[in-house]
């Protein structure tokens, strides 16, 4: 090998070193097709939530009745959340996966149909989003069980890198995109975009090969063995304990609103560049993740980057510059992302595959709910006290609550991916 073909390679290993691993991308076709697909259809999700919200307001006025999308949303994905896992543990995946798809583009149709012909009533609106969320519960774990079954288990934590940008990339560009088309050629446009765009991931399921779960008996699968197999298993109900940790003690989105007024004196404007600075940074953490195929240890991984979520949200709670607070906010999504990469590896390696629908069904439910808990807690804590009191205080418990975990959770520290134990 000649010096610059040599430097070449050098330089190449060396990216991979930094950024993300495209192993999984590379090497199966099936996978490919899957990111690409859930890559589309999350942009379209993403313009479309923001289009039902724009629509809600524009018929009712009433920042309550918007308010009401997100419960109309949450309840149905945390109750289907776990039937959805107990569903996908005991048929083929690959159909259950192209039903909810198919489910949700043929949603996407009626609200295209809806605003085409000038049908315009909220609880037509509420009940299309309520069913989302049933396709959507029904569709994730799915989903995520099949990805073992498409790679190799030393590809498996590349993988969730990957899908960690695909669904930052979605939540980012989306609602912009459909702010976009609303304003360009109304609500019908973005919707009829949503519609097509699910082309992608329906091609995608229906291009893989059936994937009936791997079952070690003829008992039907249920949701009170999947939180039973959770109980018995410490290091994965550990990946569950230190995401709580964060989300709930140290999840200050709901107090954006009036940080960007009390602090930097601004307006909208600043509240969303709040929001979007924690998923700035998670996609940051998806694209920057080469190093993390050098970690062995992942159970420390998830306490350290859970440790450095709760103490930027602290930091974020004292500084009084914007920069440093956005900086902040964005190290904090970082932090995020790398305990989320982890932890799915985890819960994909470790657990067999009976149980892995059921396992994301109940992952859906503490990312679902463990944020809003976080608004409940952060805004309750603030109007007793303050803003700064209630973001670093949270801060503050969050890496105190997980330091905890790490001295009790012996085993979980110990986890070690060459030899995985649930």
């Not at 995401?243 to 930097?264: E, K, N, S, T």
Request: charged residues 15%.
């Amino acid at each position: 090998m000649s010096a610059t073909e040599q430097s070449r390679k050098d330089a190449g290993d060396e990216r991979r070193r930094i950024f993300a691993d495209l192993t999984p991308l590379r090497t199966s076709p099936d996978y490919r097709r899957l990111w690409f697909g859930n890559t589309v259809s999350w942009v379209g999700q993403g313009m479309t939530a923001l289009a039902i919200s724009l629509q809600v307001y524009d018929i009712t006025r009433s920042p309550f009745a918007v308010g009401l999308v997100g419960v109309f949303s949450l309840v149905p994905l945390i109750v289907f959340g776990l039937y959805g896992g107990a569903i996908a543990d005991t048929v083929d995946r690959r159909r259950l996966g192209l039903a909810s798809a198919t489910g949700s583009a043929v949603l996407s149709v009626a609200l295209a149909a809806a605003a085409f012909a000038g049908f315009e009533r909220v609880w037509f609106l509420y009940g299309i989003v309520a069913l989302q969320s049933v396709c959507a519960a029904l569709n994730a774990p799915a989903r995520s069980s099949m990805i073992p079954r498409l790679l190799p288990a030393e590809q498996l934590r590349a993988a969730n890198a990957l899908n960690s940008m695909t669904t930052t990339f979605g939540t980012l560009v989306g609602p912009s995109l459909g702010g976009l088309l609303v304003g360009f050629g109304g609500y019908q446009t973005a919707y009829t975009v949503d519609a097509v765009a699910f082309t992608a991931a329906l091609y995608a399921m229906w291009r893989l090969p059936a994937m009936l779960p791997e079952r070690t008996g003829a008992k039907r699968a249920s949701v009170l063995d999947g939180l039973r197999f959770l109980a018995t298993r410490p290091n994965l109900r550990m990946t569950f304990l230190s995401d709580f940790c964060a989300m709930i003690l140290a999840h200050p989105r709901a107090l954006f609103p009036a940080v960007a007024a009390l602090w930097y004196d601004g307006d909208a404007r600043v509240t969303g560049l709040l929001v979007a600075a924690p998923a700035a940074g998670a996609l940051l953490g998806g694209v920057i993740s080469g190093w993390q195929g050098r970690i062995r240890h992942h159970g420390q991984a998830i306490l350290v980057s859970v440790a450095c979520w709760g103490t930027a949200i602290a930091a974020f709670g004292l500084t009084r510059n914007l920069w440093l607070g956005l900086l902040l906010l964005a190290l904090a999504g970082y932090s995020d992302t790398v305990s989320m990469i982890f932890r799915n590896t985890m819960m994909q390696v470790a657990a067999p595959d009976e149980m892995r629908g059921r396992l994301q069904g109940v992952f859906i439910v503490v990312v679902a709910g463990g944020p809003r808990l976080g608004d409940f807690l952060a805004g309750s804590v603030a109007d007793l006290t303050s803003p700064a009191v209630a973001i670093t205080g949270g801060g503050i418990a969050c890496v105190l609550a997980v330091g905890l975990l790490a001295l009790y959770a012996r085993g979980f520290r110990r986890y070690d991916a060459l030899h995985p134990t649930a």
